[in-house]
Each structure stands twice: as C-alpha cells, then as structure tokens.
C-alpha cells in the first residue's frame, strides 16, 4: 500500500482544539510501588476516567465535528457493541445530530443502556459480522447517515492521537511509550503523535496472546485476521484495521504479547497499589512490561490505560 | 467533661507542614452523573490515594514528627490490625525509630505484611481486647516506646484534621462536608479544622446503621460503647473515642446512618461512575447523602473518601 496522507502534528494539535469542550484532559498518575517492581519509572495516563470511561470518546468526537453541516444534518452510523457505539451516540449527542447504532440482539443490556443514554438510535441485527454490516449498509442507504468506523479512518485515528500529544506535552522526557492493540486506532494515534512529536521515542504496541493478530501481522509484513481469539481482555479481540496497520508497521518498534495471567496479575497490581478502576484491555501494557523487564529497565516510560468499562460482578480476582 | 485544649487553625497549619513531605496532598474529584443522581454539587477528597490507603497516615506522621528527642529513640507502639497499624509503621520507619505492632493471632496476613514492609515489629497476641491491652502495656513498659492510639489521641486528630484543612483551601465554598465516623479521629479532625475554618460549615458524621454507637451517643449525649457491631464497612466497627466525642458532639451538625445496602449501592456508584478503588467505609457517607436527599439539595458539599485498602476479593458485588 501507498503511504497514506498521515494527520501532522499540527493536525492532531487542531483535533485536539476541536474535541477539547467535550472531553476530559486525564490525570497521569505514578506509583512508585509499581516502579519498584518494574524497574523502570512508569507514568500512567489515565484514559479510564475519560468521557464515556473510555479513550474512544476522542475519535468518535473528531470524527463527528469533523464532518460538515449538510453531512452532519444527516446523522452518523457504526457497528460496535463497545465503548465506540457509546462514544459516537455521545458525540452526535453533543453536536445535536442523529446517532444511529447497528448491535446484536446479543448485545449486553448495559452497552445497549449507555448507547440510549445518549440519545442514540439502536437498531438490532443477528450476532454476526455478515449481519451488523449489511445492517448499517441498509441503514446508511435510507437515513444518508455517515458511516463512522471504530478505528480504520484516519478522522477517528487523529482523534486517538490528541491522547499522546497530552501524554508528551505533561511528560515530554518519555522514552517509551506503550499502548494496547486491538483495531489499532488508540496504537496508531499514539504512534503517529510520538514519531511527529519526537523520532527517538519508542512506540511498543501490547496485545494479549490469545489475540494476537497484530503481532502476527507485524512479524509477517501483511495483515493476518483474527480468527477465534480467546483472551479476558475483551476489549481487544477485534483485527487490525488496514491504514492503522500502515501507521503501525512504519512506526511501532515491536509488539508485545502478555497471557491473560500475566494480564490478570498487572490488573489486580492496578487496582491494589493505585486505587483505580481499569478494564481487562487496560492491563496489558504493564502485564507486557513486566514479561519484558529487560527492554524498561531504567527508562522513562509512559503507558496508556485506555478505559475503565468493567464489569464489576466479573473481576478476574 | 471540661472542655479539652482543642488544636487551632494555627495549629493544624503547621501539623500541615511537619507531615508534608511524608503524605500526598490528595486529588479532588468529581461526577457529573453523581451530581446528578443526588441533586447537590459533590466534591470527593481522595484519601484511597493516601499513602498506606487511607487517612490515617496523617494523624500516625503527626504524632511521630511530634514527639521528642528522646521518645523518639524509644520507639512508638500501638495495638490495631487495621490500617493505622501500617501508618504508625511507615512513620516510625521514616523517623528512623522502631515501632511495636500489637496485632491479634487471627489478623489477615495482608495487614501483618504491610505491617513488616515498613519495618514495623509485630507482637503477637490473643485476638480480644484485653490481651490487646495487656500485650501492649508489657511491650511499653519493657521498650519505654511511646504508646500512639489510633483515634483517641490529639496529636492524631489534629493530623487528620490537615485532610479538612487540604479540602477547604482548595475548594473554599464548600458548605456541607461530611466524614464517616468510627473512631471518630477523622470526622472530629474535620469537625475540629472546619469549625475554625468558618463556623457556617455544616459537618456530618456518616454512619454504618450496624454499628450506629456514634450516633447513639450523639443524641444521648454521653458516650454508648458498640457491642457486636454487624456492618460491612470494616473501618467502622470501633467505638468512639472520650476526646472525639468532645469534639463531635460540639462541632458536629448531625450523625447520619446508612444501611449496608445502601452503602454497597453508593460503593458501586463510586466504582462505576467515578473508576476508582475505596473500601467499604469510604462509601457510607454517599450512601448517607442519598438517604437524607433533601438535605443536601443545591448545595456544595464535600465528601472525603477515606481509603481505599479492600480485599479485592471479596467486592460486595
């Protein structure tokens, strides 16, 4: 694939202006408990008490704001049964325009809740991909809606991207940054930011091993699907998009892989020493760290929890 | 009881400073979707951020930095097998003294470990209150340690009190601030540094109703010891103390009771909305606000979150 036209800098400092009324700048918090097992020194931004409890609200209000006033008086559409379907019902929510959501019948009741919360229009489908896609193609033909992707589009990438731009401008002496990999819309975002920003940090992506398309992909030069992944870090299960793999293989020093036990033990060490709420997809960044002490040790490193959206009743501890 | 020489403004200013470098001055947080729930402005001083996870490293690193010379050399002791216990660890430890922990046989193993990782030196004894007692009078009399109570005790108050003082300096509107009570060290450290503050303050105390001897004793007037206290908000299950009760029952507004059903909603809430980690006796005070609704209604109020060491467990959902 041709190099795409990649958002600048200054791009990304526009995103930021644009999206910065309707999100949350997060706090970065450090543990210096944490530090200590680590070996290195950790700064975390915290994207878990970000709108929507999730990093997603800064694409999805990129991209909505984005659009122009005859696009927008149409409304916008996606498939997600996650913290996108959530973020963009906000966004349209905010700029006053329709929002209408394709999900699976199967959909849990509280993802469904939050999406009406925000005014958005649900329309069930069967749960699978073949039905959620002819469901909002269906959809996007009768209401001209915009389509809005959850992570392969550059607008909602850029707008992922305003997340490491704060990240570097709190802590411009990181060395090292890591993010979570599922779709690669927070992982491109932050890529793309750090290489802009300054050539000499490193950009690690973490992924779970039982989902690790990204790392496949990354090794083999070409995409490679998921197939069945099987992993507690359910945020994470979906395949790289195409132009978030085109940012990632120019910009991404490595993947790193964490088990779920490794994950479930740097998720409890979140919770125990930082007192704070995180989801499963959250922790493999430290749970990667830690399987990868060597590469740290002795670093500046910032990591990225993207979200907080867990179900209480279901903590793996 | 003739009123005791209660700590000044001044006083628990410069308790402010001999701790400062010892504590985190915490964050203050806020939700818009609790607000909304309990129709007031709500501001949450953060104390499960505190060092050791709880206030109590306050009062602990008052009383240590406060003692002499020479008492210091002796060390410090206590018996308790909560958190106060790691706090007067931590300060010894920061002092350069030792500390002698009387802690019953039947402690968790994480409150015994906590203990050891300040270096605190722990003394074993039957799990009732007479053993605790008589272990403690023999390890004071055989060290010549200075024995610190974990509430009963100015020195301790007036550092809980610098929790208030942080609270009202930044947000110096506050009209309501409510506090849970078990003890009574920090609600009468609050009630104490508020009513200096600015008599106009409302202060409350929050209450398990399984262990509602504060509240009893506040409307008797006279303190009504806790026998078999049954409450899931394990920081809460003491009695108050003599010099606390002479501080609530004149600075304080009311006691307010919630139910342990109430207050597992009101922890949920905190999870949920706000993505952080408190144990149960940080949640009664919310609890306590919804129950009593009209109350509270438009105004400012400020709630502090007194820790946040829960096993995780063990979540009451």
Same mark, same amino acid.
């Given at each position: 694939?041709?190099?795409?036209?990649?958002?600048?800098?200054?791009?990304?400092?526009?995103?930021?202006?644009?999206?910065?009324?309707? $999100?949350?700048? /997060?706090?970065?918090?450090?543990?210096?408990?944490?530090?200590?097992?680590?070996?290195?020194?950790?700064?975390?931004?915290?994207?878990?008490?970000?709108?929507?409890?999730?990093?997603?609200?800064?694409?999805?209000?990129?991209?909505?704001?984005?659009?122009?006033?005859?696009?927008?008086?149409?409304?916008?559409?996606?498939?997600?049964?996650?913290?996108?379907?959530?973020?963009?019902?906000?966004?349209?929510?905010?700029?006053?325009?329709?929002?209408?959501?394709?999900?699976?019948?199967?959909?849990?009741?509280?993802?469904?809740?939050?999406?009406?919360?925000?005014?958005?229009?649900?329309?069930?489908?069967?749960?699978?991909?073949?039905?959620?896609?002819?469901?909002?193609?269906?959809?996007?033909?009768?209401?001209?809606? /915009?389509?809005?992707?959850?992570?392969?589009?550059?607008?909602?990438?850029?707008?992922?991207?305003?997340?490491?731009?704060?990240?570097?401008?709190?802590?411009?002496?990181?060395?090292? $940054?890591?993010?979570?990999?599922?779709?690669?819309?927070?992982?491109?975002?932050?890529?793309?930011?750090?290489?802009?920003?300054?050539?000499?940090?490193?950009?690690?992506?973490?992924?779970?091993?039982?989902?690790?398309?990204?790392?496949?992909?990354?090794?083999?030069?070409?995409?490679?699907?998921? /197939?069945?992944?099987?992993?507690?870090?359910?945020?994470?299960?979906?395949?790289?998009?195409?132009?978030?793999?085109?940012? $990632?293989?120019?910009?991404?020093?490595?993947?790193?892989?964490?088990?779920?036990?490794?994950?479930?033990?740097?998720?409890?060490?979140?919770?125990?020493?930082?007192? $704070?709420?995180?989801?499963?997809?959250?922790?493999?960044?430290?749970?990667?760290?830690?399987?990868?002490?060597?590469?740290?040790?002795?670093?500046?490193?910032?990591?990225?929890?993207?979200?907080?959206?867990?179900?209480?009743?279901?903590?793996?501890?």
């Amino acid at each position: 694939m041709q190099k795409p036209q990649f958002p600048s800098l200054n791009d990304i400092r526009h995103a930021r202006v644009r999206i910065k009324s309707f $999100i949350h700048r /997060t706090p970065i918090l450090t543990s210096s408990a944490i530090n200590e097992i680590a070996g290195c020194e950790i700064y975390f931004k915290c994207e878990n008490f970000q709108k929507v409890g999730a990093f997603k609200a800064r694409g999805a209000a990129n991209a909505v704001m984005k659009l122009s006033d005859e696009d927008k008086a149409k409304g916008v559409a996606t498939h997600s049964s996650g913290n996108h379907a959530a973020a963009l019902a906000r966004a349209a929510q905010i700029a006053g325009i329709p929002a209408y959501i394709v999900m699976p019948s199967s959909a849990p009741k509280i993802k469904k809740k939050a999406v009406k919360g925000y005014g958005g229009e649900i329309i069930e489908c069967e749960p699978n991909l073949q039905a959620r896609e002819t469901t909002l193609e269906k959809v996007v033909k009768e209401t001209g809606a /915009t389509f809005i992707p959850p992570y392969d589009f550059m607008d909602v990438i850029e707008g992922q991207a305003t997340c490491a731009l704060e990240f570097l401008e709190d802590e411009p002496d990181l060395e090292i $940054i890591l993010a979570p990999v599922g779709g690669g819309g927070l992982l491109g975002g932050t890529a793309l930011l750090s290489h802009e920003w300054d050539e000499d940090i490193e950009v690690y992506g973490a992924e779970p091993s039982g989902a690790d398309d990204a790392y496949r992909s990354f090794k083999a030069g070409k995409i490679i699907p998921q /197939t069945k992944p099987n992993t507690i870090a359910d945020g994470l299960l979906t395949s790289l998009g195409v132009l978030n793999f085109e940012i $990632i293989r120019r910009y991404v020093k490595d993947i790193l892989l964490a088990t779920d036990s490794q994950t479930i033990d740097a998720m409890r060490l979140i919770y125990e020493r930082m007192k $704070i709420v995180i989801e499963p997809s959250c922790a493999v960044p430290l749970a990667a760290l830690l399987a990868n002490k060597a590469l740290f040790k002795g670093k500046k490193v910032g990591i990225i929890l993207s979200g907080g959206n867990v179900d209480l009743g279901k903590l793996p501890f």
